[in-house]
């Protein structure tokens, strides 16, 4: 049996330019994640903490942060293996070259070379595939050789996109789909993409300790591995370690303005730590200049709140913009026209309860939304 705590993409030294306002507490949440994360390891008792990459933003971090994270590993009590990414590669100015990083507690090793690194106290061995370029489309375990025989445990450590097709590009070292059979590997723990995903069971990306920006899911933790022999299918567990929430919320404007922002006030009331919280608004719809107001004063309502970040995203279409669009487009489709004739008439509306009024707002509506449609 075998346990590891799999993790990846720290970054450490963040710009975080895309929140800038809160891009210091973005880095600070960063640190203090990776105490929670070794924490957690010692709590478990795993038989090593494995870095697949990325530990660094890239190599020009200070030394006083390649102290604060060397205190922070060497709290660990099982092994700390670290592999080069492609933030922080092996390069001639790499931060593990500096006297900074090599004055670290010898428990903390780096795996530097290809050839495969026992893990003390277990049948556990870990291959890595450690990278010296920023880019490339080598596919860094190709030089990985075929299991030789015995019961070891073999733990393949690399950095890089899996080839599935759409999810790589072709300079971000791709890594073979086979790469697990043709090594004969019983885990492979990987780097690079900051989401939480499993291939075929035992090819892994633990997802990055903490989220990194808006939409990123399956992040803000680690993966407890569990390998009971050569040839079991190791059994993956997240573990925590997030301590940020970014929220993003979708207003469609066309749904009316005051309902959309009513929703959002009672979604955003349930947040338990606006302090810890990153928000995001992302219009959609067509919008007047009323609700651009009534918008503006939300952002201001929310940012009195205490939330660490609030941002607006607007991609609605003003509806003078959309109606003007609409009455371009028309004289060339004879459904256009007749539909616009159609919404501008006066005749009282069928039906004992409408009124002018309703017809009206339905039709801005229905104009606002083809306008939507034909604007593509």
């Known amino acids: 049996m075998i346990r590891i705590l799999h993790t990846a993409d720290w970054q450490m030294g963040l710009r975080a330019r895309h929140v800038a306002n809160a891009a210091a507490a973005v880095r600070a949440a960063r640190m203090d994640s990776a105490r929670q994360l070794i924490q957690s390891a010692n709590a478990l008792g795993v038989d090593a903490v494995v870095l697949a990459g990325d530990v660094f933003e890239d190599t020009s971090v200070g030394d006083r942060l390649v102290h604060e994270l060397l205190t922070v590993l060497q709290d660990s009590r099982a092994p700390v293996y670290v592999l080069p990414g492609n933030h922080d590669p092996l390069t001639p100015d790499s931060v593990y ?22 893990i ?21 375990t190709a030089g990985w050789a075929p ?45 690079h993409w900051h989401s939480h995903y499993v291939y075929q069971q035992r090819t892994a990306y633990a997802g990055s300790h903490e989220v990194t920006k808006f939409g990123e899911t399956g992040a803000g933790q680690a993966l ?14 997240p573990v925590s370690t997030g301590l ?55 952002v201001d309502e929310l940012w009195g709140k205490g939330f660490l970040h609030v941002e607006l995203e607007r991609q609605d279409v003003s509806r003078a913009n959309a ?20 919404l501008s008439r006066n005749e009282p509306p069928p039906g004992p309860t409408a009124t002018t009024d309703t017809v009206r707002a339905e039709a801005r509506h229905l104009l606002a939304e083809l306008a939507m449609e034909v604007w593509k």
């Not at 950095?159 to 885990?187: C, M, Q, W």
């Not at 489709?333 to 007749?338: M, V």
Request: hydrophobic share 40%.
């Open 147 to 191: 299991r030789v025989e015995g019961n070891d445990i073999r733990i393949g450590v690399a950095h890089g996109s899996l080839r599935i097709e759409g999810k790589y590009a072709s300079d971000d070292f791709p890594i073979a789909l086979d790469a697990v059979t043709r090594s004969n590997l019983d885990y492979l723990a990987l780097g």
């Open 97 to 118: 070259l500096r006297a900074s990083w090599r004055g670290r507690p010898a428990h903390i090793r780096m795996l530097e070379s290809d050839s495969g690194v026992p």
């Open 224 to 237: 407890l591995v569990e390998i009971a022999s050569h040839g079991a299918i190791p059994q993956l567990t």
């Open 120 to 140: 003390p106290g277990t049948n556990g061995v870990l291959l890595p595939a450690p990278l010296r370029h920023k880019s490339g489309m080598r596919d860094p």
């Open 244 to 298: 940020l929430t970014w929220q993003a919320q979708e207003l469609d404007l066309s749904q009316g303005c005051g309902l959309e922002l009513a929703r959002i006030r009672q979604a955003v009331a349930a947040l338990p730590h606006p302090g810890k919280t990153l928000l995001r608004l992302h219009t959609l719809g067509t919008s007047s200049d009323e609700d651009s107001v009534a918008l503006t004063a939300l």
């Open 323 to 342: 109606e003007g669009r609409l009455a371009e487009l028309a004289p060339s489709s004879d459904l256009l026209t007749a539909l616009l004739k159609q």
